[in-house]
């Protein structure tokens, strides 16, 4: 009988589920008991820390050493498998058509490096660190975690772990990818983990609409709350938190900050000094929490009296932080900023009560004084106002917002002005190919 060719016995174990872990596995434990290490002495440097100072001069571990030790443990390929490969839509364009090809698995594809993948999944930072700028590989690699974690580590009990940070994600594919969890983990943990990631994600309203409507996708929420409540295990964590001040966090989110919610109402300090209540009740308004430091807020703010033309009786709430009033007007000055302006107190209280994570925040209130729209100023902004001034919308130039989204991912933002928020792509992933090592 002839000799099995190295690649297809590794193959055939591979599906077998019975691949050799050999040295591989002890050296992502070891690596990953190094991490536990840091953290354990980083968290000891801050209970003896006494003063602020102290405090700040500790620093967390960046994790870019263990990214590429750990990366180094489980990044070997242990075989091939027969995938049909779809092409994206400019390669069908050019012809491209939908094909089987021989695609190569990875060690972290195995159950036993599911702990390795949480933890990439939870630093991203430091995983695109091991690749340098090469943004090809990032996106190949970043692809390809997610995939193992769709073919295996769904069901692991360590997917649990990662829950929290997937939660931060706009894509449909990571929604999907946690109801799979939720349905086919038998871990309660795990579970219960999916359920509130379900939950937060829904929110957005890209999410919402894989859903196929807005009351759909509320019932869905107030669904997996109660189940993220009923299954999970006492003293359960999400992220950092406990289970329980998630829970809480979100039924505030559902009850206030929500479409079809009122939002609670807020007291700012205008440019003369003067304080104001907001929302004004019968009236349509758009309180917006920006930053003169990101471009994208500044651009809508000095550009107020253009949605005044473009929306008449619109009340604008431009909302920043500023310790000082007398420097806060003479920033807006230098700015160019004659229209009106609020400042939030140091505190940042108003900010803290509408659950601020990202700048520019836009939140539209219609005369009912109910949530029309709640996020980023994108096209769905643009979209909730056009539909309330449909009927009294004066013909003339459209203004768009700014920070329009390209396609139907996340919103794309000039350089140099991110959102400091979760971000992330609805868009079909590659199919997991062959990576040089050498682009």
């Not at 690649?7 to 872990?21: D, F, Q």
């Not at 075989?79 to 049909?84: K, P």
């Not at 400019?90 to 036993?112: C, H, L, T």
Request: aromatic share 8%.
């Amino acid at each position: 009988m002839p000799v099995m060719k190295k690649t297809a016995l590794l193959t055939i174990l591979a599906l077998l589920g019975i691949t050799s872990a050999g040295a591989a596995e002890p050296e992502m434990r070891a690596a990953l008991a190094k991490w536990e290490q840091q953290m354990t002495e980083y968290r000891a440097a801050l209970q003896v820390a006494n003063t602020d100072e102290q405090r700040a001069a500790v620093r967390v571990p960046d994790g870019r050493d263990m990214a590429a030790e750990l990366w180094r443990s489980v990044n070997r390929k242990v075989g091939e498998r027969e995938e049909l490969v779809r092409p994206t839509a400019q390669e069908r364009m050019n012809g491209a058509v939908d094909e089987r090809k021989m695609v190569s698995i990875y060690e972290f594809e195995q159950p036993w490096a599911a702990p390795a993948v949480v933890w990439f999944l939870n630093h991203p930072d430091a995983f695109a660190q091991v690749f340098g700028n090469r943004q090809r590989q990032i996106s190949f690699y970043a692809n390809a975690l997610l995939e193992s974690v769709n073919r295996v580590h769904f069901s692991s009990p360590y997917i649990a772990d990662a829950c929290a940070k997937l939660s931060e994600s706009q894509s449909v594919r990571v929604y999907e990818l946690l109801q799979k969890i939720y349905i086919r983990n038998q871990d309660l943990t795990a579970r219960a983990g999916a359920a509130m990631a379900m939950c937060i994600m829904l929110t957005n309203p890209t999410i919402q609409g894989a859903e196929g409507s807005a009351a759909m996708a509320r019932s869905k929420q107030l669904y997996f709350l109660r189940q993220a409540a009923r299954i999970s295990p006492e003293d359960t964590m999400f992220g950092t938190r406990s289970m329980n001040d998630a829970i809480l966090e979100m039924t505030y989110v559902l009850r206030n900050l929500s479409v079809g919610s009122i939002p609670p109402q807020l007291t700012v300090k205008g440019m003369d000094g003067n304080e104001t209540t907001f929302p004004v009740q019968g009236r349509a308004n758009l309180i917006f929490f920006w930053s003169p430091a990101e471009q994208v807020g500044l651009n809508v703010v000095t550009k107020q009296h253009l949605l005044a033309q473009q929306f008449p009786g619109l009340v604008f709430c431009p909302i920043t932080v500023h310790a000082n009033h007398g420097e806060w007007l003479m920033e807006l000055r230098q700015l160019g900023i004659v229209g009106n302006c609020f400042m939030d107190n140091e505190q940042n209280s108003n900010g803290k009560a509408y659950r601020i994570t990202q700048l520019p925040t836009a939140v539209l209130v219609g005369p009912d004084s109910r949530i029309l729209f709640i996020g980023y100023p994108n096209l769905g902004l643009q979209t909730a106002l056009d539909n309330l001034y449909a009927s009294q919308r004066e013909r003339g130039a459209r203004v768009a917002v700014e920070g329009t989204p390209g396609g139907e991912d996340a919103p794309t933002i000039q350089p140099g002005s991110q959102p400091t928020g979760p971000s992330g792509s609805q868009s079909a992933p590659p199919a997991l190919r062959d990576m040089p090592d050498d682009l």
